[in-house]
Every structure is written in C-alpha cells, then in structure tokens.
C-alpha cells in the first residue's frame, strides 16, 4: 500500500512570505501528526488532527497552523516565514489512537527560508 | 515538559562490534518508540514498548523499557553497515498523537 506523501520534498521562501505544505496519509489513517525537525532542537511536536479535529498542539507561535480535511489529507500553513523556520517537516499518519499504535513518516518537506 | 535524554549522542563503531543507545527521562510515559531516520528520510519505527520492564527483539536488536517506564535502551548485536543511521526515542503520552522525541543518537557502522 502506498505510504505517506508529502508535498513539496522541497521548498525555498523569503522571509516573510507565506507556506502551504501537504501531506497525504495512508489509506484509512484518520490521525494526522506534524513535526519539525532541526539540527539544534531535533523533533518537536507541532500538531496533531484526528477526524477534521486539532486533539493536541505543540508549542510553536500562532504562524503556524494546520488543518484536516475529510478525507484526512491535511495542510500545515506558516505565515511570516523566519529564517528560523527552515527545517524538515515531517507529517506522521496512524490508523487508531493508542499508545502502541504504529506511526508512519513521510520523507517530510525540506523548507529552506532565505 | 516531559524531556527525553538519549547518550550517546555519537557512536561510530566497526562492523561486528556491539552497541547500545541509551533513552533516559525524569517522568513517566505511557509508552516509548524506537526510530530509524536515514539522510533524507523520514524516522520508520523499529519498536513499541509499553509495558515495564518489557524486553522485545527485533534480529539483532534488543530493546527494554526500565521497571519505572522511564528509560529505555537499544542493543544491537554484530552491527553491520546497514545499521547506520540516527536512532530516535520518542516518549508517548496518553493521547498517541503527541510524541517526545529525544535528541537522537547518530550510529556509523563501518565495514
């Protein structure tokens, strides 16, 4: 089955601008999780949907948010970008919600912010 | 705010060696993951370990989660150059979708 897609695999913006980033999860996954990664603060948490639902968000500013559509495709958005902001991001899908539930990772979108 | 500590944070070692990555935190999760990430890829999860003092292995790979749930380790045995990649802990709370994940530990195998 095919797993979970991202789009863009890359991205370059200037600052100030604003993003859009997709992520497609596997057939049947209803829960959505976002991700940043960086070489100096490694994976952090930004958000998590579940049925069109925000369930949990990181802590990350208000420039950055996301959505889920019925279909559980869902978008994660920053505006303003920040030098800052260039980072991999990974959208992680999961068929149920339980602890040991297995979560799979995109080959995540790599923003580059200039 | 839940903090997962992994050690080391480097290890290159030759193949057939052994190794062990550490996962250490001051509170509880309700369960802990294991990740592979490999350059330009996102993390595939090797393991889930959920209940105390469990012990699971996978081929060469041996994890345990502490009696207290709150550490971990990863054991792999006669590594090999596949083995190389950067090893995440991620700590679960009681809602799935939210994960902790520590620093990582990048392992270089070579042959």
């Known amino acids: 089955k095919a797993g979970v897609t991202q789009t863009p695999r890359y991205l370059i913006k200037t600052r100030g601008q604003q993003v859009t980033l997709s992520c497609s999860p596997i057939?049947?996954?209803?829960?959505v999780s976002w991700y940043q990664q960086t070489p100096g603060q490694g994976l952090q948490f930004l958000f998590e949907?579940?049925?069109?639902?925000?369930?949990n968000k990181g802590n990350f500013p208000g420039r950055f948010s996301g959505r889920q559509f019925s279909n559980s495709r869902s978008e994660m958005n920053v505006s303003t970008l920040e030098l800052g902001d260039s980072a991999l991001y990974l959208c992680?899908?999961?068929?149920?919600?339980?602890?040991?539930?297995?979560?799979?990772f995109g080959q995540g979108t790599r923003l580059t912010v200039v | 705010t839940q903090l997962l500590e992994q050690s080391p944070q480097f290890l290159s070692i030759q193949e057939g060696e052994n190794l062990t990555v550490y996962c250490n935190s001051s509170?509880?999760?309700?369960?802990l993951q294991w990740y592979r990430q490999e350059p330009g890829e996102g993390p595939v999860l090797l393991v889930t370990?959920?209940?105390?003092?469990e012990v699971k292995k996978l081929k060469r790979l041996t994890f345990q989660f502490g009696d207290a749930r709150k550490d971990s380790s990863l054991h792999i045995t006669a590594a090999q150059p596949g083995d190389t990649g950067l090893y995440l802990c991620?700590?679960?709370?009681?809602?799935?979708?939210?994960?902790?994940f520590g620093a990582g530990t990048q392992v270089v195998v070579t042959p």
């Open positions: 992680a899908s999961s068929l149920v919600v339980r602890e040991d539930t297995e979560a799979f």
């Open positions: 057939s049947g996954h209803r829960s």
């Open positions: 949907y579940f049925s069109e639902t925000q369930r």
């Open positions: 509170s509880v999760f309700s369960s």
């Open positions: 370990v959920v209940t105390g003092g």
């Open positions: 991620a700590g679960g709370e009681h809602s799935w979708g939210k994960l902790q």
